[in-house]
């Protein structure tokens, strides 16, 4: 499936390694860079221009851990208005074997034809911050619009990667770059569906 003109867009946000990875080997996280102005800037920008959120059930899992309760134990005034961004946005989650979704504002979509359903809904974009599975899921069924990478600037040797084997290529346009500073670089692309 492709996006129509009257259809709105699905990207797919994630933070990935030079090498392409989403978490070290034995899943750490902590190569992220917290505490950049210009990544917070491109969250806040991102958040506020896009009316769903899907994710995976295990990247919803992670996010559950921190975002319920961070309006209560804010890091920062930035981190408090993020909090309540985030808790306001309505969220799915795609997954076969989530019973229940916790967290406000939140719906558990059982079938990828749930999330094409959404995108012939009238409304903002659509963000997938999402893992390496629901990733190859929603690019499996078409469904993503962009591809947007925040690399940052370490390479991990293992772990996750960001794109799982695929019977076939997949080519890319790129449509856009960005610098946030600190070595971050934001690589946009959009899937040429053959």
Known sequence: MTTTPTQRRLYVSMIT???GYIE????????FQDGNPQFEQYCDEMIDSVGVAVYGRTSYELMLQYWPDAEARPRSPQDLAFARKMNAL????????LAHAAWANTRVARDPEEIAELKRQPGKPIVAWAGAALVSTLIAHR???ELRMVVHPVVLGGGTPLFARRDRRLELRQIRTQNLGGGLSVLCYEPVWS
């Open 17 to 19: 390694s030079l090498d």
């Open 24 to 31: 070290g080997p034995n899943r750490e996280l902590d190569w």
């Open 90 to 97: 309505p969220k799915v989650v795609l997954s076969r074997t």
């Open 143 to 145: 469904l993503v619009d």
